[in-house]
C-alpha cells in the first residue's frame, strides 16, 4: 500500500509548516488519475497522525477529475484513466488535471495572546 508512504509525508509536512502548533484541518486535492485510493489516505491519517500536533484533524479530500486536451482537434476530454480517444477519433491527448497530489491548505488552532 504506497498510500502509507505518501500519508506520513503529507504528516510531516504538515507538522513541519505548522511548527508546533495544533493543526485542525488538512484539506488534500488527489487527482482521479493518480492511482492513490483516498479512502486508504483516510485510514492511513489516522494512524500516522497519532502521538503528533495533526492527531485528531479533520481530513478533507477533494478529488479533481482525469481531463485533457486532444492535440488534434482542440477538444476537452474527460478520462476516467490515465488514456482516452477524443471524439475526433485521435488518441493524442495532454492530460491537462487529474494527476494533482496537494496540500491544498491546513488550519491551525488560533493562538491567543
Known amino acids: 500500500m504506497h498510500e502509507l508512504g505518501i500519508t506520513q509525508n503529507i504528516v510531516a509536512i504538515v507538522a513541519e509548516h ?5 493543526v485542525q484541518r488538512v484539506t488534500l486535492e488527489i487527482g482521479k488519475l493518480t492511482a492513490i485510493m483516498p479512502d486508504a ?3 492511513c491519517f489516522d494512524v500516522c497522525c497519532q502521538g503528533t500536533i495533526i ?3 479533520e481530513l478533507e479530500i477533494i478529488e479533481i477529475p ?8 482542440g477538444g476537452e476530454v474527460p478520462l476516467e484513466q490515465p488514456f482516452g480517444i477524443c471524439g475526433c477519433g485521435s488518441a493524442d491527448l495532454k492530460i491537462i488535471a487529474g494527476e494533482e ?3 491544498k491548505e491546513m488550519e491551525i488552532e ?3 495572546v
Open 18 to 22: 505548522a511548527k508546533g502548533t495544533k
Open 55 to 57: 492527531e485528531g484533524a
Open 66 to 73: 482525469g481531463l485533457a486536451i486532444c492535440r488534434r482537434c
Open 110 to 112: 488560533e493562538l491567543c
Open 101 to 103: 497530489l496537494k496540500i
Open 41 to 43: 489516505i483516510r485510514f
